[in-house]
């Protein structure tokens, strides 16, 4: 059993920052990739940055230069540092997880979402 558990999603600022983070727990063998999806209302859900567990990052080319994604190892736990936002940012954000577990094979897991919404 895995559970991804998000927070951080909040009411932002155009230009302010945000914080996200997401846990992961459970019968963990290997991280493959954790990284961060969202969906704004009306459209669909799309790949907002990536981390893999060889360390490369992928970004979507609108939060470039704008969003950072790290991880914390030792935690499982991945963030995502959103700073210079812009009301397009507004969406719930899911956290994604690629992972194999002791006992079983390739999982693709996701969290319950995280609510972001930049407004002045």
């Known amino acids: 059993q895995v559970q991804l558990v998000e927070s951080g999603g909040a009411l932002g600022q155009p230009g302010g920052s945000l914080r996200l983070s997401c846990a992961a727990s459970?019968?963990?063998?290997?991280?493959?990739?954790m990284g961060w999806y969202r969906q704004a209302p009306g459209k669909q859900r799309e790949l907002v940055a990536i981390?893999?567990?060889?360390?490369?990052?992928n970004y979507i080319d609108s939060v470039k230069g704008r969003f950072t994604i790290s991880r914390d190892n030792a935690k499982n736990t991945v963030y995502l540092q959103m700073n210079s936002l812009k009301p397009e940012d507004t969406g719930v954000y899911y956290c994604?997880?690629?992972?194999?577990?002791?006992?079983?094979?390739?999982?693709?897991?996701w969290g319950q979402g995280t609510q972001v919404t930049v407004s002045s």
């Open positions: 994604n997880a690629q992972l194999s577990l002791y006992g079983s094979g390739y999982g693709n897991y």
């Open positions: 459970g019968n963990i063998r290997t991280v493959h990739a």
């Open positions: 981390l893999t567990g060889g360390g490369s990052t």
